[in-house]
C-alpha cells in the first residue's frame, strides 16, 4: 500500500503541484519565483535519479516509502525550503566545482551521439535496402519458374 500512496504524493505534490506553481511564475513574470522553482527541479530531478537506484537496494525498510513522502513535502514546503536549502548547500557548490567536466561530457556525449547516430542510420539503410533486393529477386524467381504472366 505505501509505495502506491508515495507513488501518488510524488506525482500530486512532487510534480503536478511543482508544475502549475512554476508555470505561475512564468505567467506573472516573478524572478523570485523562477529561481525558486528552478532550484526545486533541480533538487527533485537529482533526487529522481538517487531514487531509482536506492529503490532496488534500500525499499525494504521499514517506513521507506512513508520517509520517501515526508522528503517530497518538505521539499515543495515553503517554511521549510528544503529543496532552496539542499541546492544552496549541496548541489550548487558540487555543480559549480564540475561545471567545465560536465560541460565537456556533455559535448563528447552528443559527438559520439551524433556519430552513432550517422553509423546506424548507414547500417539501417543498408539493411533495408539488402532486405528489399532479396525480397524482389525472390519474387522475380517465382515468377520465373512458375512462369507467372502477371503484367
Excluded at 515543495?76 to 565537456?104: N, W, Y
Excluded at 535496402?129 to 532479396?134: E, Y
Aim: glycine share 4%; hydrophobic share 50%.
Amino acid at each position: 500500500m505505501a509505495p502506491y500512496l508515495y507513488g501518488f504524493c510524488r506525482l500530486v505534490f512532487g510534480t503536478l503541484y511543482p508544475a502549475y506553481a512554476s508555470y505561475k511564475a512564468v505567467r506573472t513574470k516573478n524572478v523570485k519565483e523562477y529561481v525558486k522553482w528552478m532550484m526545486y527541479w533541480i533538487v527533485f530531478a537529482l533526487f529522481l535519479c538517487v531514487e531509482t537506484f536506492s529503490d532496488v537496494f534500500i525499499s525494504w525498510l521499514p517506513f521507506y516509502y512513508e520517509v520517501k513522502i515526508v522528503f517530497v513535502l518538505w521539499l515543495l514546503s515553503p517554511i521549510t525550503k528544503g529543496s532552496s536549502f539542499l541546492f544552496k548547500k549541496f548541489v550548487h557548490p558540487q555543480l559549480a566545482k564540475r561545471e567545465k567536466d560536465i560541460d565537456e561530457m556533455i559535448i563528447q556525449a552528443s559527438k559520439q551521439g551524433y556519430s552513432t547516430l550517422v553509423k546506424l542510420s548507414s547500417r539501417g539503410i543498408s539493411y533495408a535496402t539488402n532486405v528489399f533486393m532479396k525480397t524482389a529477386l525472390t519474387v522475380s524467381s517465382v515468377i520465373y519458374i512458375f512462369n507467372l504472366d502477371i503484367i
